[in-house]
T-cell receptor, first 112, second 114 residues
Framework: RKEVEQDPGPFNVPEGATVAFNCTYS??????FFWYRQDCRKEPKLLMS???SGNEDGRFTAQLNRASQYISLLIRDSKLSDSATYLC?????????????FGIGTKLQVIP | ETGVTQTPRHLVMGMTNKKSLKCEQH?????MYWYKQSAKKPLELMFV???????ENNSVPSRFSPECPNSSHLFLHLHTLQPEDSALYLC?????????????FGPGTRLTVT
């Protein structure tokens, strides 16, 4: 089983739509979780952290379900600029450092 | 600008060449990382340095040799690479190696081995 499973997509959605991405992780000892965004041929950048209580940042909402080892990202009112690959990133403290595991990412294409 | 720079941005090298990738961070961070990103694969962590000491070598072949002379600079020395080593090599830094910290990535070096 892969450490992080994501549907690679692409998800093609019209502007203004709501879209949700899911991610499952295999290591139940993972302690912190993030969503990163990677634009085509660019480096990944942090989008938001994910907390058990759920958190929201503008149009973006992230949820964590530790029991099911599942993370989600909801994007409301999609913009053309949201087109990117979204990387699910669980982290585990091990061997004296925070071990970060990246998913393959889910590609989102927002169309006019 | 993320405060992490990488040079060169593109590199083409033959299998018998020796080259080095350079990473510099201007953020005052104590931890630095090398990742490899191949097409259709997730980012693979290669090395982690914390306060200039290597804390992780993720089963990387010896043809990749990292060097961290100080907390602001990180190098990846390459020699006798294989065509399958062609990929995007990303450097990242974070305030500490341990803790819930965001990693800041450089723009990457796109390496092609011929």
């Amino acid at each position: 089983r892969k450490e992080v499973e994501q549907d690679p997509g692409p998800f093609n959605v019209p502007e203004g739509a709501t879209v949700a991405f899911n991610c499952t992780y295999s290591n139940s000892a993972s302690q912190s979780f993030f969503w990163y965004r990677q634009d085509c041929r660019k480096e990944p950048k942090l989008l938001m952290s994910v907390y058990s209580s759920g958190n929201e940042d503008g149009r973006f909402t992230a949820q964590l379900n530790r029991a099911s080892q599942y993370i989600s990202l909801l994007i409301r009112d999609s913009k053309l600029s949201d087109s990117a690959t979204y990387l699910c990133v669980p982290c585990l403290f091990s061997g004296g450092y925070q071990k970060v595991t990246f998913g393959i990412g889910t590609k989102l294409q927002v169309i006019p | 600008e993320t405060g992490v720079t990488q040079t060169p941005r593109h590199l083409v090298m033959g299998m018998t060449n020796k080259k080095s990738l350079k990473c510099e961070q201007h953020l005052g961070h104590n931890a630095m990382y090398w990742y490899k990103q191949s097409a259709k694969k997730p980012l693979e962590l290669m090395f982690v340095y914390s306060l200039e000491e290597r804390v992780e070598n993720n089963s990387v072949p010896s043809r990749f040799s990292p060097e961290c002379p100080n907390s602001s600079h990180l190098f990846l020395h390459l020699h006798t690479l294989q065509p399958e080593d062609s990929a995007l090599y990303l450097c990242a830094s974070s305030p500490q190696a341990a803790g819930d910290y965001e990693q800041y990535f450089g723009p990457g070096t796109r390496l092609t081995v011929t």
